[in-house]
C-alpha cells in the first residue's frame, strides 16, 4: 500500500531538511514525499529542490495562504491510498510508516493516530504533554467516537484513508489552524474509525509554545477542540458507509 507524506511548508528553511531526511529513513519502502511551499518567503523552496533528484519526492506549489489551503494541494496531488500528514518541523523515527501501515488493512479503520514529542522542551514539558496525551487525548477519542461526536487526530502526526477524505469533501479550507485537525477527523469518522496508537510517537518542535506562551496555546487549542467536538453527532446511515482500501 502507498503512502503519500504531505509535508505543507510555510518558511521552514531551518527545519525542512531534516524533517525530509527522516522520512526518506524510513524502513517502510513504499511511499512518496509530497512537499506544499505554500507561498515562502525565504529559502524553503530551494532547500526542497535539493532533494529532487529522488523520485520519491516532488515539490507542489500552493499560493493561498494557510495550512489546509497546503493540505488541499497535498491531497490533490497524493498517489497514495493513504495520506500521511506531517508538520514541518516534525522529526518521524524510522519505523513511523510501519507502525501505522498496518491498520488500514482492515477496511473499517480510516485514519491513525498518535501523541507529540516536544523535543526541544524542558523535561517537565515534554514529560506531561506526552503523559497527557497517550492518557487523556486517547480516551477523548475512544468517547467521541463512541458517542458519534466526532474523533481526535493530531495534524502533524496523522494517517487519513485518502478515499474517506475525498468523500467527506476533502479539507474546510475555511478554517486557518486552530481545531483543523478535530475538524477533519470529524468529516471522516462517519465513514470508519480512527485509531490512537499510543506508540506512535511524533518528535516536533515546541516552538508555538515558546513564542505563543503554554497557557495561551494550550487554551487556544482546547477551546477550539471542545466548541467542535460539542457539536451535532453524526448519522447511523453515515457511519455504516464503511470506506473500502482501493
Known amino acids: 500500500m502507498k503512502i503519500s507524506v504531505v509535508i505543507p511548508a510555510y518558511n521552514e528553511e531551518k527545519y525542512i531538511a531534516k524533517t ?30 535539493l532533494y529532487l533528484g529522488d523520485e520519491r519526492v516532488r ?11 497546503a493540505r488541499s494541494a497535498g491531497l490533490a496531488a497524493a498517489t497514495g491510498a493513504v495520506l500521511a500528514q506531517l508538520d514541518a518541523d516534525c522529526l518521524p523515527n ?19 493516530t498518535g501523541p507529540y514529542d516536544y523535543y526541544d522542551g524542558s523535561w ?18 475512544w468517547y467521541l467516537q ?24 476533502g479539507y474546510n479550507t475555511a478554517l486557518q489552524f486552530y481545531a ?5 477527523a470529524k468529516r471522516i469518522v ?17 516552538r508555538r ?11 487556544n487549542y482546547y477551546k477550539a477542540f471542545f466548541s467542535l467536538a460539542i457539536g451535532r453527532t453524526y448519522s447511523s446511515e453515515q457511519s455504516a458507509e464503511i470506506v473500502h482500501p482501493r
Open 20 to 49: 525530509i531526511d527522516a522520512v526518506l529513513a524510513q524502513e517502510y519502502s513504499d511511499f512518496e514525499v509530497v512537499v506544499v511551499n505554500n507561498n515562502s518567503s525565504d529559502n524553503t523552496a530551494n532547500i526542497v529542490r
Open 59 to 69: 515539490l507542489v506549489e500552493e499560493s493561498r495562504q494557510g495550512l489546509l489551503f
Open 94 to 112: 524510522k519505523h513511523w510508516l510501519s507502525i501505522a501501515s498496518p491498520y488500514f488493512k482492515d477496511p473499517h479503520v480510516v485514519g491513525v
Open 124 to 141: 517537565y514539558f515534554k514529560f506531561f504533554a506526552l503523559a497527557s496525551q497517550k492518557t487523556l487525548y486517547r480516551f477523548f477519542s
Open 146 to 169: 463512541k458517542k458519534k461526536r466526532g474523533a481526535l487526530l493530531i495534524g502533524g502526526n496523522a494517517f487519513i484513508r485518502k478515499t474517506a477524505l475525498e468523500k467527506a469533501g
Open 180 to 184: 483543523e485537525d478535530t475538524d477533519t
Open 190 to 206: 462517519p465513514f470508519g474509525k480512527i485509531v490512537f496508537d499510543t506508540g506512535l510517537v511524533m518528535k516536533t518542535s515546541h
Open 209 to 219: 509554545f515558546a513564542t505563543q506562551g503554554f497557557f495561551t496555546t494550550s487554551m
